[in-house]
């Protein structure tokens, strides 16, 4: 029998923060439970917003948490060779095409009037009348400074989410063909995730359900490269007062401020425990009481909302400890 294995996927861009750690924390409870591998993987590869300090920080806040994986991390920028041989199988396919449009000719494109109404505008969709017809835009040329795309189908892509229930995504009316390979020489999100999962052997995803669509994404990657498609369990998101995901605007709630103010894990475990059905007011709790009393239907199945009082209720007692 296949060992289950999952991972914790953060992005360096920024600072981690209470959604991300509930969704590690979720994703670590259940794992525990049902003896799954739990491995890191740190994706890096969006080098724009890839901040330098926050690869080493995010390491940090896990351990504080205490949530070690079993193996050393995966960093994504350390091996480009993966990326590049998926991309390879995908151009022997015929699957991928090279795309020098900007953003803005695309969108143009997608509003144009020889359009055909049931196609209906989207400034995201990459509208099909765009597809080269010249043989060479099929073949992969790592070293050109052009995106690739992939190539989709007109049907609806089916799967089932662990939490949410069995999906049916249009990718082809929602974003069309889409973006696989940067112009930056980089695989792009889509294709890394997918080539890594393969890599790292992961059976079962968990993450936030911001990505629920992008699932449909990838299961058409995952069946292109003729592997597995592992269990998809998306999470609702923890957002702001005001029901946007979490960010800057809601006030702090970056973990490394509540580390470094002194806050004991246990108090930002607790606050989770409470925002994932296992109390209905937050105690401060280990990460082993957490992994025992966690039960995956009391999760809520709508957003969590962090507001001031939770912030002020990590800060309580940090001057004490
Ligand atoms: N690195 C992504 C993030 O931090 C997660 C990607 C994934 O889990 O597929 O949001």
Redesign the pocket.
Known sequence: MTKHRTRL???PTGALHIG?ARTFLINWALAKQRSWDVVLRI?DLDSPRIKPWAHQQAIDVLQWLGMVCDEPALVQSAQPQPYLDAMKSLAQQGQIFRCDLTRREIERAAAAPHQSPSEGPSENRFPRHLRPTQKEAFLFEPTAASSYRFQIEDDLVTFEDQLQGPQAVNVAADIGDFVVWTQRQQPA?QLA?VVDDIRQGITD?V??DD?LT?AARQTLIYKALGAAVPKWWHLPLVVGPDGRRLAKRHGDSRLITYLQAGVPAERVIGLIASYSGLCSTPVPMSLDDFTRSFVLDNIPRQQVVFTQESHQWLLADSSSS
Do not use: F, I, K
Request: neutral net charge.
């Open positions: 996927a953060p992005s991300n994706e999100y995730v995803v993450r936030g990505l992008s």
